[in-house]
């Protein structure tokens, strides 16, 4: 197998052959970015809480997939497991209808999450009718960096 990418999707090709019986193929594979497993929530709805983390970065990206009816809501926990004004899941903004990979969370339109940087925090994720493959903690893309900002 030799494995290509680009930035949403890990293509695989394998070439088969059974000389045997004179049979021979090639295989193309395609396999979202770190889409090998996923946290699922049925249509009935559940929730995922990870351990304590601390992390570097701007904003909270998630690489998900929902249904038609499908929905996300994101909440951060401080160190008691107490929501963190701002980021409470009442504040939070809904994701429907999302097969993408870098979906930015955001909480009442804004998706800043620096000030949390490097404190110890949980990530609790409701959803329903959703896969949850990964999240990850970004900085601001370039155009958008407060540090591009000339003062």
Known sequence: MRPKSDSDKRILQRVDGAPEKEMSGISRLVIRRDGFVSVRAGYTAGEFLTPFLTFEGEQLVLNVDTSAVGQVKVEILDEDKKPIPGYTLEESDEIYTANETNRVVKWNQESSVAKLAGRSIRLRFVMRDVDLYAF????????YSRNSVKK
Do not use: A
């Open 136 to 143: 990850q903690f970004r900085p601001l893309p370039h155009m």
